[in-house]
């Protein structure tokens, strides 16, 4: 049988693109080369936005995906910016969750294969993917795929898009020839997961001009991320950072690099983890090619700070989820597809502003002199005083102030992300789902709007449908204080709003119909 979508990668972007897939009612697979899911802990911060778009996925018992990982992380109200000493406060942050939460990424994993096989879609451990091909004329057949099972037997899997979730060194990217451009590797990390005699309560760095960097944060169970840099482990050829990356980390070189930068050990033992990490810095020439498409660090890889790749790769797939999601039931315009809304044009656009950030970072964090000092100094000093830099920074790091480009003449909340006390009850967060938007009823201008969620006989009613539900909606504070009426798309940004209630008979109807109706008879498969 011919799948509608294959997703290659079972880690938590391949997991998530799928379970949002199949929430959409998408017939997909995921198949992972590894024999079982992780147990390595890799990334361990995730942000508020992260946090939101796991809340769109209900495990069945009332509770979202986010709530299970919340019973088992650890909250953290304040992160870094590149290690320095002042921190960004997420405390004021509008969203449910105004914090970090400190998990090991190898439970996110297993939450969302938990989910998929309650849902019975099959992931199928220990298929390695060997080849995908694609007609050049995408008129109808199928990409195809190679696989190989555990068994050493290979076939061919069929189906009409493929999502390349399978990391760094994509088998689906070279497959079809996307270029992956980008900064070769300078700079030699070490990071571990380890037991410490020495007890931390909070996240402490130590960087020392002359000698390093380390991090040390607390991770639930007692366990400590401890992440760093010598020196002398800066500055080096790509070769070389390549030939030492495959070299393995011993513990006895932990407390070697530990005691030479911070003049203790703090007592390792026990270490879980123990890798090398690099600051290459790439992203795909484009993340989609025909029907095959990239999502996570298939797309983009960069300097590990903060738990970004994780969380943009998690955005990515709830932005890709939806669309691809549309595009298989027949209903996605092509301005979702190939034009300025599409995944491609939209998350190429953040991988760009991540690779800035986490290049900024990298000098922050890894230029070791006087200069470089100062630079720390004064960069950490704007973050204490407040104000613009560190709200910029704590938008875009917790992932909440990212937005898409707006169509010119638009209203200023296109494409920004709606707040989730919009909605009363359970709020917009966990209301939204990947098969439909959701038109947002303010009432009549004079603040009467009630936010219970419930349409009361609303005059957008007869908009609402199979792909638009109508919900009214609370007045909320800036830019949304005045809003009449919001449609906003099945990943929480907006997709059109007005201030006017005389514009709604001449404007929202075509915006709902430009949004959920094909601007030309299609089956989704269209050459991009």
């Excluded at 104000?387 to 200023?412: D, F, K, M, R, T």
Aim: hydrophobic residues 40%.
């Amino acid at each position: 049988m011919e799948l509608d979508v294959l997703v290659v990668g079972g880690g938590p972007v391949g997991l998530m693109s799928a379970a949002l897939l199949d929430a959409a009612g998408v017939r997909v697979e995921v198949y992972e080369r590894n024999p079982e899911p992780s147990t390595v802990s890799k990334a361990t911060t995730m942000h508020p936005r992260t946090l939101e778009v796991l809340s769109m996925l209900d495990v069945g018992d009332g509770r979202r995906v986010s709530d299970v990982l919340l019973g088992e992380g650890r909250k953290v109200p304040k992160t870094h910016f590149a290690t320095l000493p002042s921190r960004l406060d997420y405390t004021g942050l509008d969203t449910p969750f105004p914090f970090v939460l400190m998990n090991p990424q190898w439970r996110t994993e297993h939450v969302l294969a938990d989910h998929l096989r309650a849902r019975s879609v099959p992931v199928r451990y220990g298929t390695e993917v060997k080849a995908v091909s694609q007609p050049e004329s995408l008129s109808g057949e199928p990409v195809l795929v190679t696989v190989v099972g555990a068994d050493g037997s290979e076939t061919t899997r069929a189906a009409r898009y493929v999502v390349g979730a399978d990391g760094a060194h994509s088998t689906v990217r070279k497959a079809v020839g996307i270029g992956f451009p980008g900064n070769p590797p300078s700079t030699l990390n070490f990071v571990a997961d380890v037991e410490l005699a020495e007890p931390f309560t909070e996240a402490e760095y130590f960087w020392r001009h002359d000698a390093g960097l380390v991090g040390v944060m607390p991770l639930p169970g007692g366990v400590y991320r401890v992440f760093g840099v010598e020196v002398g482990d800066v500055g080096l050829s790509a070769d070389e950072v390549r030939r030492r990356q495959g070299e393995p980390l011993t513990v006895e070189e932990l407390r070697a690099a530990l005691k030479r930068v911070c003049g203790t050990d703090f007592g390792v033992r026990n270490a879980l983890s123990l890798a090398r990490a690099s600051n290459s810095s790439r992203y795909a020439e484009q993340y989609r090619l025909g029907r095959v498409l990239l999502v996570g660090d298939a797309a983009h890889v960069h300097l590990p700070a903060g738990g970004q790749g994780l969380n943009v790769g998690l955005q990515d797939a709830t932005n890709l989820a939806w669309k691809l999601a549309a595009e298989v039931a027949g209903w996605a315009p092509e301005h979702v597809i190939s034009g300025p809304a599409a995944y491609d044009a939209e998350r190429r656009h953040v991988a760009h502003r991540l690779l800035d950030d986490t290049l900024a970072q990298d000098a922050l964090m890894h230029t070791f002199s006087p200069a470089g000092q100062a630079l720390r100094e004064k960069f950490s000093g704007f973050i204490a005083r407040g104000g613009e830099v560190s709200e910029e920074l704590s938008g875009w790091l917790s992932g909440l102030a990212v937005h898409y480009p707006q169509p010119e003449g638009s209203h200023p909340l296109v494409g920004t992300k709606a707040p989730d006390a919009v909605l009363g009850g359970e709020g917009l967060v966990r209301s939204l789902r990947p098969d439909r938007f959701m038109l947002l009823d303010f009432g009549d201008g004079d603040g009467d709007g009630d936010g219970d969620g419930v349409s009361h006989g609303s005059a957008l009613t007869e908009l609402g449908g199979a792909r638009v539900e109508v919900r009214s909606a609370r007045r909320h504070t800036g830019a949304w204080a005045t809003v009449r009426a919001a449609l906003i798309r099945p990943d929480g940004h907006v997709a059109y709003a007005t201030d006017s209630a005389e514009s709604l008979a001449e404007t929202l109807p075509d915006a709902v119909a430009a949004w959920t109706r094909p601007t030309a008879p299609n089956e989704g498969l269209v050459s991009v």
